[in-house]
């Protein structure tokens, strides 16, 4: 239906509801109504405040006219439509860009434009020491601060040993317990390594059993950026094999070795020079051999304590290459001041190395060196032993998944010989780690050792090493291990060569 307006137009009968609103905003700005309150007071800021319109002929600019204003507003024109620009029409139109200074804007929402902050902050970030552990390495024991890997090897093993001319096998259970114990702590670190085998022949003979243990502990002090000390100490027990030139002819169980260590050394950077001091001690104390017939022969007098002492100072090239120069001395004390054989074996030692650092990343690191070692004993009958020294370590990684270690280490040992004062020992080790597949690695080791003997003495003696084997993770808490090992002894007398092999299941945490 439509209504004649009193310009002569049409329009529809909703226009009627509009139009009184327009004759409301008119009435409104008289002074009298300026005082009166909106009845309809805007929403959230989408309408201005009534107080705040002005009318078109104080801001003819404007565009809004009265209805009822035919100068200003043709009926036939849609421009000119009432409800465009009049900002208290709620039509959901857009009010009018020219406002005065004083009228509050229409709030504008534009959700397509980027928040000015995330509506989801999320989580916030967690110290070192809170986060979760990684969910690929779910072994280990939580115990407070310290995180625990143990592990224990059941295998089952033969070995067949040829020494002289005769041929001897024996079948045997070996137990192997190994853990790593590591703290985390946000300052300074201790690390403790662990393991230990136990063989057990099948049959009533203990010959040939071979028990080892091994423990060691590095407690590092951060105590400062410049300045790092470290405290060390460990223990080993291992039995001396048949054909070490200290072994007892004759013996159907040789002497067992406790070895003690301990040590402290401090690291501190001067710009480009780096300097370290440290001191280390020493404790081996000899268990009775047995011989063949019963007989128990004492080993005491073997038993000795040892202090060294070293002071280091290198040279950074670059972050990659360290070279530095070395100087120890040492002095060993035996419990009784000669020895069954009426010899004073107590010495001093002293030793100069020069060599180099170097770090190249995950690729390559690791130090190597050479020097001079000279060791003059107590007892005037007893010559000083004096050789040359190479010693080092390094790790290399060709690829992901293959890692090669490689050790040089020179020592000088004591004789139990009369008249003989002592040999130099040269051992090379290499061990090779490679994973096949994500659940079976390869393993490859290798050692050589030389020890040299003076002159007068017997002829040198070579000890070669050579093993293999395999690791299959059956799940992470579960492997079968198969090895394969070969040893042979050469010189000064001896000719032995030894062949193992085992297969057994692990299971760790």
């Not at 929403?43 to 009265?66: D, E, F, I, R, Y």
């Not at 000279?374 to 390094?394: H, I, N, P, Q, W």
């Not at 050692?447 to 059956?474: Q, Y």
Request: glycine share 12%; aromatic share 6%.
């Amino acid at each position: 239906m439509k209504i004649t307006t009193t310009t002569g137009g049409t329009r529809q009968r909703r226009r009627t509801a509009l139009g009184l609103l327009l004759a409301c905003s008119a009435l409104v700005s008289s002074p009298a109504a300026a005082q009166t309150r909106n009845v309809f007071p805007p929403q959230n800021g989408s309408l201005p405040s009534v107080a705040s319109t002005t009318s078109p002929a104080s801001n003819p600019a404007s565009g809004t006219a009265l209805r009822g204003d035919t100068s200003a507003q043709p009926a036939t024109s849609a421009a000119a439509d009432p409800n465009q620009d009049d900002p208290n029409v709620a039509t959901g139109t857009t009010p009018g860009r020219n406002r005065t200074a004083t009228q509050e804007p229409p709030y504008e929402d534009d959700l397509n434009q980027p928040h000015e902050e995330p509506l989801d902050r999320g989580a916030e970030p967690v110290e070192t020491q809170e986060q979760p552990r990684e969910p690929g390495d779910p072994t280990g024991i939580r115990m407070g601060s310290f995180l625990l890997r143990p592990s224990i090897n059941q295998s089952i093993d033969t070995e067949t040993r040829r020494s002289s001319g005769t041929k001897v096998r024996r079948d045997y259970l070996s137990t192997a317990i190994r853990g790593t114990l590591t703290s985390d702590w946000s300052r300074h670190s201790l690390t403790v390594t662990g393991e230990g085998t136990l063989e057990r022949n099948l049959g009533s003979s203990s010959q040939g059993e071979q028990p080892e243990a091994n423990i060691n502990a590095d407690l590092r002090l951060d105590l400062s950026n410049d300045t790092v000390a470290h405290v060390t100490g460990g223990y080993r027990f291992s039995r001396e094999d048949d054909y070490d030139p200290n072994a007892l002819g004759g013996a159907s169980t040789q002497s067992g070795v406790h070895e003690f260590t301990g040590g402290a050394s401090v690291q501190r950077d001067f710009g480009k020079i780096r300097g370290t001091a440290a001191i280390d001690l020493s404790r081996a104390s000899y268990t009775d051999a047995k011989l063949s017939d019963g007989t128990i022969v004492s080993m005491k007098d073997r038993n000795r304590t040892g202090i060294d002492g070293r002071l280091r100072l290198g040279y950074e090239l670059s972050p990659a290459l360290v070279p530095y120069v070395e100087v120890a001395t040492g002095h060993t004390f035996y419990d009784l001041r000669r020895d069954n054989s009426g010899y004073a074996r107590s010495s001093q030692s002293y030793a100069a190395r020069t060599g180099i650092e170097f770090d190249l990343g995950e690729k390559l690191r690791g130090e190597i060196g050479t020097g001079y070692e000279v060791v003059d004993y107590e007892d005037e009958r007893l010559k000083s032993v004096g050789a040359v020294t190479f010693s080092g370590s390094a790790t290399w990684s060709p690829q992901r998944g293959t890692n090669v270690d490689l050790g040089l280490r020179t020592t000088v040992q004591d004789s139990t010989t009369p008249g003989q004062s002592g040999w130099v020992e040269y051992r090379a080790t290499a061990a090779l780690t490679h994973e096949m597949r994500d659940n079976l690695i390869a393993r490859l080791t290798g050692s050589s050792t030389l020890r040299n003997f003076p002159s007068g003495g017997p002829s040198d003696e070579t000890v070669w090493i050579g093993g293999a084997g395999l690791t299959w993770a059956i799940n992470r808490y579960l492997d079968l291990t198969g090895d394969v090992e070969y040893e042979q002894a050469g010189g000064g007398g001896t000719n032995d060569k030894i062949v193992r092999a085992g297969v057994g299941l692990t299971l760790k945490r």
